[in-house]
């Protein structure tokens, strides 16, 4: 059993360049997060998908933008990226059970973003 | 939105001792309290978590006990060992969050367990 897979491992880019992370959930799972961790803090809640349309959002700006795709898959773009986007970018997946709900999220190991 | 503080920020300890890691939350709805542990350079994995419905939880060393009237938790670990050493997140659920995990992180506590 698969789980949450993450790619690139490591990306270096420049300001106002774009990138594009991605992210393929745990087997059977049907929901995406995605989260941003600078370095010595904790992870920052970006959006979630599932339904294959972005269902909650945090404090990040449209710069910030998502999909997800009939497979869960998602990815994370980011647009005319600044120095303080360097960060891991984690994804996360989940599934809702209905009753009882144990549904869990798993971390996958995260794409380094360092911008120059 | 969900305010979630976490201390102390730094932790040290023997090995054999107990180390006990404490958040506050905001949102008196919150129902959901995972705990995770994050190695250098590793995914957050998650260790622990706890529901509204119960006040206390115990995995082998691992315990984490629920105040909701004082609205905080906290990580209980005992007799630490080397391996515990790492970086520990506690998190609540995003208000509006389904069940789906949208969450809200502490800050962080590093714990350092002396051998």
């Known amino acids: 059993d698969a789980g949450v897979t993450q790619s690139p491992t490591h990306l270096i880019k420049t300001r106002g360049q774009q990138v594009t992370l991605r992210c393929s959930p745990k087997?059977?799972?049907?929901?995406v997060s995605w989260y941003q961790q600078a370095l010595g803090q904790g992870p920052q809640f970006i959006f979630q998908?599932?339904?294959?349309?972005?269902?909650q959002r945090g404090n990040f700006p449209d710069r910030f933008s998502g999909h997800q795709f009939p497979n869960y898959s998602s990815e994370l773009n980011v647009n005319a990226l600044l120095l303080g986007d360097s960060a891991l970018y984690l994804c996360?997946?989940?599934?809702?059970?209905?009753?009882?709900?144990?549904?869990?999220?798993?971390f996958g190991p995260g794409t380094r973003l360092t911008v120059l | 939105g969900e305010n979630v503080e976490q201390h102390p920020s730094t932790l040290s300890v023997q090995e054999g001792d107990s180390a006990v890691i404490k958040c506050t939350y905001s949102?008196?709805?919150?129902?959901?309290f995972p705990w995770y542990k994050q190695e250098l350079g590793k995914r957050p994995q998650l260790i622990i978590d706890?529901?509204?419905?119960?006040g206390e939880k115990k995995d082998q060393r691992i315990a984490v006990t629920l105040n909701k009237t004082a609205k905080h938790f906290s990580l209980h670990i005992t007799e630490t060992q080397p391996e515990d050493s790492a970086v520990y997140f506690c998190?609540?659920?995003?208000?509006?969050?389904?069940?789906?995990?949208?969450?809200?992180f502490g800050s962080g506590t590093r714990l350092q367990v002396q051998p």
């Open positions: 996360a997946s989940s599934l809702v059970f209905r009753v009882p709900s144990y549904n869990e999220q798993f």
């Open positions: 087997s059977g799972h049907d929901t």
């Open positions: 998908y599932y339904e294959e349309e972005e269902r």
């Open positions: 949102d008196s709805a919150s129902n959901y």
């Open positions: 706890i529901r509204s419905n119960v």
């Open positions: 998190a609540a659920p995003r208000p509006g969050d389904t069940g789906r995990r949208a969450l809200t």
